[in-house]
């Protein structure tokens, strides 16, 4: 055997294993990415299944005469806007997160103002849609949470692949960013204050 046919066998064994590693990392991290954005569309589905039942809520609400018309107003605008904010998944960044964030923050607080407000009105309370609605914008949230949560776990599953060595080297040829995960609104890190007075 010739000698510098060892050198070449070498050689090329190492371009075979490198290219394989690096269409391994580069398939693993496609699909990572692709299942933190699918599961970011399944936080916005649940977001829009609150939104359409806020929307029936509203209506049910509105039936009630003497409800306060301030509060119903908050509750449609706060809607609009959580609605006028969509994110692509393939443009998840810090500033865009946030804005969403602050759009469903403000729909959270508008919609908890509208259930309090409720409490002094009997009849609405005692109406079996509004009830019904109630007890699935309950379930609505759960669902959120755990897409939320779902998300984030998608996420870090991801940024983990890109970011251990020696994969972060492929990572920042093959141009795989860093996806920002879903984080607590600000200030909820802190208890709420609760006062009952009689």
Do not use: C
């Amino acid at each position: 055997m010739k000698k510098w046919l060892i050198p070449l066998i070498i050689i090329g064994v190492l371009v075979y294993t490198g290219y394989n590693w690096a269409v391994g990392f580069n398939n693993t991290a496609v699909e990572y990415q692709e299942n933190a954005k699918t599961k970011w569309s399944n936080v916005e589905s649940s977001y829009q299944r609150r939104n359409d039942l806020i929307g029936n809520l509203v209506k049910t609400v509105q039936g009630a005469a003497d409800f306060e018309k301030s509060t119903l107003t908050d509750v449609i605008n706060a809607r609009a806007k959580a609605t006028s904010v969509n994110i692509d998944a393939s443009n998840l960044t810090p500033e865009n997160m946030a804005q969403f964030q602050k759009a469903q923050s403000g729909m959270s607080g508008a919609l908890s103002k509208l259930l309090v407000s409720v409490e002094r009105y009997p009849d609405l309370k005692a109406n079996r849609n509004f009830l019904e609605l109630q007890s699935q914008l309950e379930g609505t949230e759960n669902r959120i949470n755990v897409s939320r949560d779902r998300y984030n776990e998608s996420v870090n599953i991801y940024n983990k692949h890109i970011k251990k060595f020696p994969g972060s080297f492929l990572a920042r040829l093959f141009n795989f960013d860093e996806m920002t995960r879903y984080k607590a609104d600000p200030g909820s890190e802190k208890a709420p204050n609760v006062d009952f007075k009689f």
